[in-house]
DNA sequence: TCCATGACGAGAT
DNA sequence: GATCTCGCCATGG
């Protein structure tokens, strides 16, 4: 982090970091989401990249955050990289019912929850 | 300041 | 579908 870290920037009303957190917070078990549909969601469609890179300081947040449900638009598992070991990301998704084959969720289609549609936009 | 990089996405071919 | 290219925003050298 920098000195302006996002973390604790008060300066914004609501950091775009903590509201990333939060939504990944209501993604409910046995189903996935993706960068894009947060960004959209938080209002800044062309800011998936932003998502992905908030992302890193996820595994540090209190309460912790289920970044294993949250994927790229077409359902690869980009961020296994960011875990503990390889196959965490992968396992914890098959725990909540998801099942992975080759890095991608199965039936990602169907598993897709988009927080513009099930929180309300 | 400029440039490369990154848990991305959408559109074109 | 598979690839490529460009836009996106923040960070670090």
Not at 65 to 79: D, K, Y
Request: charged share 25%.
């Amino acid at each position: 982090m920098s000195k302006r870290t996002l973390i604790n920037d008060a300066v914004q009303e609501r950091d775009f970091f903590q509201d990333v957190m939060d939504v990944v917070r209501q993604v409910p078990r046995g189903r996935v989401t993706s960068y894009g549909a947060i960004a959209k969601y938080l209002g800044a469609p062309r800011s998936a990249r932003l998502v992905g890179w908030c992302m890193n300081n996820a595994h540090v947040q209190r309460p912790h955050v289920p970044a294993q449900r949250v994927v790229n638009s077409i359902g690869l598992l980009t961020g296994k990289h960011h875990f503990a070991t390889l196959t965490a990301m992968q396992e914890l998704l098959a725990k909540e019912g998801v099942k992975v084959k080759d890095d991608q969720v199965v039936d990602f289609r169907n598993k897709f929850w988009d927080p513009a549609v099930e929180l309300g936009l």
